[in-house]
């Protein structure tokens, strides 16, 4: 992983900071190692058999590349067991970056394709839950979703298997992939409303404004992933701005899908400054080479302050569904952690 320099004060905080992430992908999360473990025991053969070879095919290098290495971490899982082992893997290295609660998109359709039945997906994927909230204190959510591009069908296979077999940690219900008109899945995503679930697309990293305009309108948006094509027209930042509507920002992910031409030109900074309420996140974190602490240094990097890493951390916790007693109190740490380093916090 390519690690950013940060002043050691800043470095500091960022360490101390308790943290949350809300846009994270568990398939994308899968470390090489787990990966060559899982290819070994499948007998995959598409994966290099050497551990180094292996982590040289794994980093990034452009994005069909990209494309081909997360199929084949997602045809890589198979089993309950392969399920539950990429999550306690996920889950160990979250807890590890001070992360306390994650929220993690769940590439279901890509396993009911497959045939892999929802039922083995989160039977793992519970497993490891509940144990990491147990041994590592982190608390995981899923957010399952499907790929707009795969048309109408898919989106209909994915709710109906969350419908029926969907445990009580699923919060949200996504949509991801390339992006593509959202209208047609309006009826999907009220359904999945209708059962409690919040509607959380992927929407405005390449598509346009458009698209976050449509993940609003249509499919009643609550959070929106990426979004930062939204800073393209000036009447929907004002929209989503007034709302508060949460925006979950990537900025390592947007340059490696080219979203962004280079990460000196993330429009992060801009997007604080409009008053969008603001998440940082991760993305793809092992296949991006980056992880959210990496995340907190890109964002120093772009300029913004100690205080706006701590804002940023608080807007985490404010754009979760964490619950509103485990909100206050994660927000009472973050404000503690702030006051021991320093950091003057202004009313907001």
């Not at 059962?195 to 698209?211: K, Q």
């Not at 940082?280 to 974190?285: I, Q």
Request: hydrophobic content about 45%.
């Amino acid at each position: 992983m390519h690690t950013t320099h940060a002043p050691a004060a800043v470095d500091a905080l960022i360490r101390d900071l308790p943290k949350v992430e809300l846009h994270v992908h568990l398939e994308g999360s899968m470390p090489a190692e787990t990966l060559f473990t899982l290819a070994r025991k499948h007998g995959l053969t598409g994966v290099p058999a050497d551990p180094e070879k292996l982590e040289r095919w794994y980093a990034f290098t452009d994005f069909p590349h990209f494309v081909e290495v997360y199929l084949e971490s997602v045809g890589a899982l198979r089993e309950e067991e392969d399920f539950a082992l990429l999550a306690s893997v996920v889950a160990r290295n979250l807890a590890g970056q001070n992360v306390r609660y994650a929220e993690l998109h769940v590439s279901l359709y890509a396993h009911l394709m497959r045939g892999v039945p929802a039922r083995v997906v989160f039977d793992g994927i519970e497993r490891a839950r509940v144990e990491a909230e147990r041994d590592h204190g982190i608390v995981l959510r899923w957010i399952p979703d499907f790929p707009a591009d795969f048309g109408p069908d898919s989106a209909e296979a994915t709710v109906a298997a969350v419908l029926a077999d969907g445990p009580h940690s699923v919060v949200g219900f996504g949509v991801g992939g390339v992006e593509t008109p959202l209208e047609q899945y309006a009826g999907v995503f009220g359904r999945a409303r209708a059962a409690g679930l919040a509607s959380l697309p992927h929407a405005g990293e390449h598509g346009g404004p458009e698209r976050v305009r449509e993940a609003l309108d249509a499919l009643g948006a609550e959070r929106i992933g990426h979004g930062i094509d939204a800073m393209r027209e000036p009447g929907l930042l004002a929209r989503l701005v007034e709302e508060q509507v949460p925006v979950d920002v990537s900025p390592t992910s947007n340059v490696c899908t080219r979203a962004v031409a280079r990460i000196g030109d993330h429009p992060l900074p801009r997007m604080l400054e409009a008053g969008l309420l603001v998440t940082l996140n991760s993305d793809d974190p092992t296949m991006f080479g980056t992880d959210l602490t990496e995340e907190y240094r890109t964002a120093h990097r772009l300029g913004l302050s100690a205080d706006d890493l701590v804002r940023l951390a608080e807007n985490g916790v404010r754009a979760s569904y964490l619950g509103a007693a485990r909100r206050r109190a994660l927000l009472g740490e973050i404000a503690d952690v702030a006051a021991r380093h320093g950091v003057a916090r202004p009313e907001r």
